[in-house]
């Protein structure tokens, strides 16, 4: 049964789970891996074969930076034909030219003790392969997931000179009993949130890093505000659950009446931002405009491979919708639609369509096999990342300044000025302090905590506050 699947999988083209499989089949036999892009090469051991390294293995190297170890069949000024083989069976795959950098063939097989492996420890007690710092940006946006913790993470990554980042981004989308929120719930968002965020990453890790990592994104729930942030990168994989969207709010963020020009503007402003992110991470400006863009029409078809977009609605059996003018009466969806998933007034981004529109490289499931399919499962280095500790430590911290911050401005309003000269000097003093208290718990949680909440202005009208106090002192007489 097991050998049946693997067959069927492998003339499938799912070398990566058949790798699992294999491994799982194999346990208790000896076996030789070697990294194969996003698979693995399992050949079984012979007693003929005890104490050698099979090397003769030729290498495909690809442009995008996949190193691929197997037989190389055929090579022509189109393509290129590969054997990858997974213990007795084998799978065939044929690269177009365009997309192989080199082709290097294999030496002979030598004794085990005259190679290093690849996944051995080097002198200084650390493999010879790419170092991997994960991420995890996880809970609410624009509370859990914001500025002063991604900063945090980023010191700590920078420490260790990382040659992988993988942000992993997986936002909270619920209401506030914990129930998540579909598809096609459309929550306010503001772009220029994303922009607080996004620069992190883009701008200040390359001037205080000194180098710009390979940056590699897995989503797993990156819906309203954090929608954006993955298409400023170019190497983005899916969770098979994942999904990205959420963001067809956004015409109506200035409200239906006032002046149409104004709103327009406003709305061309904010979607060229979109679109520069996109075309930051190299995608389609056109997939992230229909995401955000309720009444864009778009479809797309299937050439060559590849996913061409039309912005229209389909005219051929073979164009699939994508979105329709979700603000016209005659194409909004109905309840029937939201309940089976199949919403299109804005468009969403799940696991199979990010792939076939070439925004996702990949699914995965866990990191491990977000590393095969990056093609270095074998000699990356997972590097001790505190990223879940500094999210937890501001998750607890910020709660307590949500406690905090009406607790001052309480206080703040309870200090009467009145008594003797000494007395009324010592209030102002407490008036001062707690007013400063609050100015830094602003700043400490820059973006996240909203004084107005709370009753009290923002900060520059504490810092008027503060000078008003000053002078009612200086001008005071015992």
């Not at 954006?228 to 969770?239: D, R, V």
């Not at 797309?300 to 919708?321: D, F, W």
Request: aromatic share 6%; hydrophobic share 40%.
């Amino acid at each position: 049964m097991k050998n049946s699947r693997l067959m069927q999988a492998l003339a499938d083209g799912l070398i990566r789970p058949v790798a699992r499989c294999v491994a799982s089949a194999m346990v208790g036999s000896a076996v030789i891996g070697a990294a194969v892009g996003g698979a693995s090469m399992l050949m079984a051991s012979s007693p003929a074969q005890a104490g050698m390294v099979v090397s003769s293995e030729d290498e495909l190297i690809l442009k995008d930076g996949r190193i691929i170890q197997g037989e190389l069949l055929e090579e022509t000024e189109t393509e290129v034909k590969f054997r990858i083989v997974v213990g007795s069976l084998s799978a065939i795959r044929t690269y177009p030219r365009s997309e192989v950098l080199a082709v290097t063939r294999g030496t002979e097989a030598k004794p085990e003790s005259a190679k290093q492996p690849k996944d051995s420890m080097s002198a200084d007690g650390s493999s010879g392969g790419p170092s991997v710092y994960v991420m995890e940006l996880t809970g609410e946006w624009g509370r859990d997931i914001a500025v002063p913790p991604i900063r945090d993470m980023l010191k700590d990554a920078q420490q260790y000179k990382p040659d992988i980042v993988v942000l992993v981004i997986d936002n909270f989308y619920e209401d506030a009993f914990g129930n998540e929120f579909s598809d096609d719930k459309l929550e306010r968002f503001d772009i220029f949130a994303v922009e607080e965020i996004e620069p992190l990453f883009t701008h200040e890790v390359p001037v205080e890093w000194g180098y710009e990592p390979r940056w590699v994104v897995w989503v797993k729930n990156a819906m309203g505000g954090a929608a954006p942030l993955p298409f400023n990168f170019e190497e983005i994989y899916f969770a098979p659950e994942g999904r990205m969207g959420g963001i067809g709010y956004l015409i109506y963020s200035w409200g239906t009446m006032g002046d149409k020009v104004v709103r327009e503007k406003q709305l061309s402003l904010r979607l060229g931002h979109l679109e520069g992110m996109a075309i930051r991470g190299k995608h389609d400006p056109m997939i992230i405009r229909a995401m955000s863009e309720m009444r864009m029409e778009m479809c797309y078809s299937m050439e060559g491979g590849k996913a061409v977009l039309h912005k229209r609605l389909p005219e051929s059996p073979n164009e699939i919708l994508l979105t329709d003018n979700g603000t016209l009466e005659e194409f909004q969806d109905d309840m029937q639609a939201r309940v089976r998933g199949n919403t299109n007034d804005a468009l969403t981004l799940k696991a199979d369509l990010a792939q076939a529109l070439g925004v996702s490289k990949g699914t995965v499931s866990s990191i491990d096999e977000l590393l095969w399919e990056l093609g270095i499962q074998r000699e990356a280095r997972l590097l001790d990342s505190k990223s879940e500790r500094i999210t937890e430590r501001w998750k607890d911290s910020l709660v307590r300044a949500e406690r905090l911050m009406p607790k001052l401005a309480r206080e703040y309003q309870e200090i009467q000025v009145q008594g003797d000269y000494n007395e009324r000097r010592a209030a102002r003093s407490r008036r001062i302090a707690k007013l400063e208290q609050l100015i830094r718990l602003i700043r400490q949680y820059e973006g996240v905590l909203n004084p107005r909440q709370y009753g009290l202005p923002d900060e520059a009208q504490m810092q008027v506050w503060i000078e008003e106090i000053k002078q009612e002192q200086i001008k005071d007489r015992r």
